[in-house]
């Protein structure tokens, strides 16, 4: 059965830092991950998402995610954060129905 | 354009009573999802309906908890002799073509059982 782990429950970091969330996945095949963020009184929001090819993939909001199958790993970085990034963050897993599969989610706090 | 819209945004209820979310999808989106999300804990999955049939209901926590999306569009969420334990945030999610095009989530039902 697929699962997603997120180490970090909270993370806090500067305005202007970088950031990095961990991910870990448990899955037999090639995983259809994500990664999503819920900001207060917002719905979910796709960043981004890896199927396949090029391990290293691009999101919205100057986020990108490296996939790496040694590690069963998919971090979430983004090399400056902004004020705005404070939210939850959260890493998934999908079937091929596209039923996810969420981890327990990251808060990111951001100070000034 | 329209996302999907879940109403109500907040439901409080009795124990015991009788409650209906319901879920308006994106127009001509044929998966809908509906997820549950408590607090400080990721959203789980409770039942997926593509088209009018509901694909896989495996993530419903027991028979008090039901779905229907009759005529392919519109769906409810409708839970039976509500339990303080039902509190959370009730998520709808929409998709045309999963898992290849993304899920559009809802705002979410609050429910709160007193």
């Known amino acids: 059965a697929q699962s997603v782990t997120q180490p970090d429950i909270h993370i806090t970091v500067s305005e202007g830092a970088s950031l990095e969330l961990r991910c870990n996945y448990s899955?037999?095949?090639?995983?259809?991950l994500f990664w999503y963020v819920q900001s207060p009184g917002q719905g979910l929001q796709l960043l981004l998402k890896?199927?396949?090819?090029?391990?290293l993939v691009q999101g919205i909001k100057g986020f990108e995610a490296e996939f790496k199958r040694s590690q069963s790993s998919f971090n979430l970085r983004k090399p400056s954060v902004h004020w705005s990034d404070a939210a939850e963050y959260f890493c998934?897993?999908?079937?091929?129905?596209?039923?996810?599969?969420f981890g327990a989610g990251t808060q990111v706090v951001v100070t000034p | 354009g329209a996302g999907v819209s879940q109403t109500p945004s907040n439901k409080v209820t009795e124990k015991g009573k009788y409650v209906e979310l319901r879920c308006d999808p994106i127009?001509?989106?044929?998966?809908l999802y509906w997820y549950r999300q408590s607090l400080g804990q990721g959203p789980e999955f409770l039942i997926y309906f593509q088209g009018t049939g509901a694909a896989d209901d495996s993530g419903l926590p027991n028979d008090r908890f039901f779905a229907v999306r009759p005529e392919g569009s519109v769906s409810t969420l409708k839970i039976q002799r509500t339990e303080r334990g039902d509190s959370a945030v009730y998520l709808c999610a929409s998709s045309w073509d999963p898992p290849n095009s993304p899920l559009h989530f809802g705002n979410g039902t609050r429910l709160t059982v007193t």
């Open positions: 998934a897993t999908s079937d091929s129905w596209g039923k996810l599969q």
């Open positions: 899955y037999g095949a090639t995983p259809y």
């Open positions: 890896y199927f396949s090819g090029d391990t």
């Open positions: 127009s001509g989106h044929t998966a």
